[in-house]
């Protein structure tokens, strides 16, 4: 599957901010998908994750209450609403797309996101 991520951008403290990335190439609603983010000097760390039929959604701590992860499997695209940034949410974001724990890991070419203060 290929991953398209979109929506990045700068913006300012307090702002929101929100992600798009659309599949392509594989059967969307066979893959569990999630959202990672790398700050520079740092690892790359997990974000945000959905089930393949949406129902279930897991957080960061650092994201709990602020963003929300969302999916439509009609459009082949797995979304990440952004609120309340704080520049410590400076980095690039990726999606990213598994069938199940075994399965290969398929990654989007990553957006910058940038807040400013």
């Known amino acids: 599957v290929q991953l398209q991520a979109s929506g990045g951008g700068l913006v300012q403290v307090g702002g929101s901010l929100g992600l798009s990335c659309a599949a392509s190439g594989g059967t969307f609603r066979d893959y569990v998908m999630a959202w990672f983010r790398q700050a520079p000097g740092k690892e790359r760390e997990f974000v945000a994750g959905?089930?393949?039929?949406?129902?279930?959604?897991d957080y960061a701590d650092s994201a709990k209450g602020r963003f929300t992860i969302s999916r439509d499997n009609a459009k082949n695209t797995v979304y990440l609403q952004m609120n309340s940034l704080n520049p410590e949410d400076t980095a690039v974001y990726y999606c990213?797309?598994?069938?199940?724990?075994?399965?290969?890991?398929?990654w989007g070419q990553g957006t910058q996101v940038t807040v400013s203060s």
């Open positions: 990213h797309a598994r069938r199940n724990r075994f399965g290969a890991d398929y």
């Open positions: 959905i089930s393949r039929g949406g129902g279930s959604t």
